[in-house]
């Protein structure tokens, strides 16, 4: 399973990019915002950092502005992956856009049926958003195994890119489903790595290798 991050902090992507964690970036109008830079800028330097896809949101709700704005993203880097909303449009965004050759990162999908017409419509990757339905009390996960079992049942090469993750168990839930991507904010990637049992074991082998008074170097 590919992990990308899903942060427009260019120190925190340098930081998973140096541990080998890296597989993509993917970025929204929100944490553009967030970050307080201009939007064409922190790409070109995600893209410099990292060599997998990073995707760029379009803002433009209709079809032309969609195309217009994807072809000026796609200028920035060749890995720029355009992101469009699912809507009837962005649909139409990503066919075209992916007929010319571009990268396509279908977003805000909530619905197996949604998920289902990004396929057909040649996304590259679908990002259904899990955290979102879990805060309406709907299980976001069932969604990701419903997705996976449509795209095996008819061999659509649409990856599945788990997005609006928040936790460690929805991690670990879409790599037992067998999800091909998944998205997460950096405390939760570098949360993957943390157990107490890890950090008690380190302090008492410390505490032993002290009492040898010995030194490595
Ligand atoms: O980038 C899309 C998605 O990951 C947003 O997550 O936490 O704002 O629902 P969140």
């Known amino acids: 399973m590919k992990f990308f991050v899903d942060t427009a902090d260019v120190a925190e992507i340098r930081d998973l990019a140096d541990a ?15 970050s307080g830079r201009a939007f064409k800028e922190v790409i070109a330097e995600i893209c410099k950092i990292v060599e997998g896809p ?3 949101e379009v803002t433009a709700l209709d079809f032309a502005g969609m195309i217009r ?6 200028k920035i880097a060749k890995n720029v992956t355009v992101k469009v909303p699912l809507t009837i449009d962005g649909l139409k965004a990503c066919k075209a856009l992916r007929a010319e050759g571009a990268m396509v990162n279908v977003t805000l999908c909530f619905s197996a ?22 805060d309406i009390h709907l299980e976001g996960m069932e969604l990701i195994s419903e997705i996976r079992q449509i795209y095996d049942n008819y ?19 879409a790599a037992l489903i ?13 949360g993957l790595a943390k157990h ?9 082998f410390l505490a032993d290798w002290k009492k040898t ?5």
Not at 20 to 34: E, Q, R, W
Not at 117 to 131: D, E, H, N, T, Y
Not at 196 to 204: H, N, Y
């Open 20 to 34: 080998g964690l890296l597989d993509g970036v993917t970025t929204n109008p929100s944490l553009i915002a967030k």
């Open 54 to 56: 990073v995707s760029a």
């Open 69 to 74: 704005e994807g072809n000026d993203l796609r």
């Open 113 to 134: 049926n949604q998920a289902l017409l990004a396929a057909k419509a040649g996304a590259s990757f679908i990002s259904p958003f899990v955290g979102r339905l879990d």
């Open 155 to 173: 061999g659509f090469d649409t990856e599945i890119l788990v997005a609006s993750v928040r936790t460690a168990n929805h991690i670990k839930q």
């Open 178 to 190: 067998g999800a091909d991507v998944v998205t997460a904010p950096p405390a939760v990637l570098k």
């Open 196 to 204: 107490p049992l890890t950090d008690k074991g380190i302090e008492s």
């Open 213 to 217: 008074g010995q030194s490595i170097l």
